[in-house]
Structure formats: C-alpha cells, structure tokens
C-alpha cells in the first residue's frame, strides 16, 4: 500500500473521530479547532517526503493521528476553559473571565442601511464574519440593507467612496465577551442599479446567494468549512468569481445561454460540470464559450470539497 493512496484518507478518519467523540462528550472539537489544526497538514505532508519506506510513513502517519486525537482528549478534561467555539480577532486575555462559565446573550435584531446615491455607480461589498447562515438575495431602494437575528454580537458598518464608487465593510465587533453561540443568520438586499465585486471572508457557514437581480462584476469567496450555493443571473457582459475553500460543498447555477469557463485548482474533490468539456488542465468550458455574449469565468480552489455546476 502506497503511502499517498493513503494520506488524505486517514486525515478524514481523523477528523471523523475527533467529530463522533465531540457529539458522544468525550471532548469538545468544533469547526473552529479544524481551522487550527493546519499544522497537522505539515506535519503528515513532512512524512510524506521524508526518504523512508511507505510502510513506516503509514505508521507514523497513525502514530500522529492517535496522538492529536489523545491530546484533545487529555485537553478537555483538564482544562474546562478549553472550547473551540470562538472566533477570529479574539485574544487569549478575552478569556481571563470567570472560566467555568459561558455566558449566553441574547441581542436584539440589528438592521443598517447605506442610503442610495444615483452618482453611484459601482458598489463594493466586503463582508467578514466567523460563523452563521449568510443570505443576499432581493433588491432594496437603499444601495445595501442589512438585517441580522441570533446571538452572536452586532456587526459594524463602514463606507468610503470615491469617484463614483462606494465601499461597504461589514464586520462582527470584537468583544472580550464570551459567547454560547447558536445563530447568527444574516440577509442582505442590495441596489440592483450599480455594478458590485462582492468579498466575503467567511469561516464556517451556510452561504446562499442569488445574484440573478444585479449586475456583478466580481465575487471572491474565501470560507473554511462551508456550503455555498449561488445563482448567477446574466446582467453583465463579463463576471469574474473565485473560490478559496477548505472542507467545503459548492453549488453554483448559471444561466444556460451565458458562455462559462471553469478553472479548477482543486483536489480530492467531487465535481459535477453539467454541460461543460474539459479543454486542458483543470480548464472547462460550455459548447456557446466562444460565441456567447455573456462570458462567466470558475476559479475554484478547495482542498477536500464537492462542487456542483448546473445549468438553468
């Protein structure tokens, strides 16, 4: 038994324990922890390389993996303050509070706006957030209307504009609080005057987005362990959308008389192109590329995922 037949194998045997044993209270593991874990990666892939016969890499690829799953055992016992639940910008003095609890709060709603402006006629939507279910779908008379429920914190809102173009920042605020999270659903309604590039930087979520009613320019999504799922309409001559994803499932829809390319820079994946041929390396296309009106360019990076690309 080859040693890379193997390798990516017994990482998600790994992962599955640490989950199954989480769920049964043996330890707590979460999303989150999964996201620290990627100098485990370097560890195995250290081994992979190193010039040893593959029957001891395997080995000690076994020996590590028990040993991650021991000490996150070990962890949760000693040590109550151990949860994995938190999120990005918090330092290790947020948690100098009372260790033996967790606080649950419940926010009231929260709902911003940023004022149309008929100069405007690029927008710019740049959204950062750790966990929760994250929906843009519908138009607004505002340029951006934002709602949020759960009890995760509050988001802020910043804009800046030049020269015809507004920018929109929308992050969580930072607190020292700690939270027992369990929603943070969020939804967004944009202008459908402007042409947008959408940024999200999103960890573990659910994201769904139906972009059939604006016109987009660009959409880069960067997610940790995610399902994603949009829909593109065809109101541009040319959109551009990339995603960076770890452990992620990824469903996009595209219009069938738009022409798309896809450039897949994946592995250990699943995929499901409907309607497109493989024309090089990692490239796809539909059949109308060369002659359709509206173009859609696939950049697509994940490490283990599965992606779905339909036609409607």
């Not at 998600?12 to 989150?32: D, T």
């Not at 990627?38 to 028990?66: C, H, T, Y």
Request: hydrophobic share 40%; proline share 2%.
């Amino acid at each position: 038994m080859k040693y890379r037949h193997v390798f990516w194998a017994f990482i998600l045997i790994a992962i599955g324990i640490l989950f199954m044993l989480n769920n049964f209270g043996v330890l707590e593991f979460g999303i989150r922890t999964l996201f620290n874990l990627w100098p485990l990666i370097l560890i195995l892939w250290g081994i992979s390389i190193l010039p040893i016969r593959d029957g001891i890499k395997i080995g000690a690829l076994v020996a590590v993996l028990a040993v991650t799953v021991i000490f996150f055992h070990r962890i949760s016992e000693k040590s109550s303050w151990w949860h994995f639940h938190n999120f990005r910008g918090w330092s290790d003095k947020d948690w100098d509070e009372d260790e033996d609890s967790t606080t649950t709060y419940n926010y009231q709603p929260q709902n911003l706006s940023v004022p149309y402006d008929s100069l405007t006629g690029k927008g710019e939507l740049k959204l950062e957030a750790a966990a929760g279910n994250f929906n843009l779908q519908g138009v607004t008379s505002d340029l951006l209307s934002f709602s949020k429920t759960g009890d995760i914190g509050n988001y802020s809102l910043t804009t800046s504009g030049e020269k015809g173009m507004k920018k929109i920042a929308l992050s969580l605020e930072k607190s020292g609080i700690r939270h027992s999270v369990k929603d943070n659903n969020v939804g967004i309604k944009l202008n459908e005057k402007p042409s947008w590039n959408l940024i999200f930087e999103i960890g573990a979520a659910e994201i769904n987005m139906d972009l059939r009613d604006y016109k987009i320019d660009t959409t880069t999504i960067d997610a940790g362990a995610s399902s994603i799922n949009i829909k593109i309409g065809n109101k541009n001559p040319l959109t551009y959308m990339s995603f960076n994803a770890g452990a992620s499932s990824i469903k996009v829809e595209i219009p069938k008389e738009s022409a798309c390319q896809i450039k897949s820079e994946s592995f250990m994946i699943s995929k499901d192109f409907e309607g497109f041929t493989k024309k090089g390396d990692g490239i796809y296309q539909t059949a109308n590329f060369a002659t359709g009106k509206n173009k859609i360019f696939l950049t697509i990076k994940t490490a283990i995922s599965k992606i779905e690309i339909d036609r409607y």
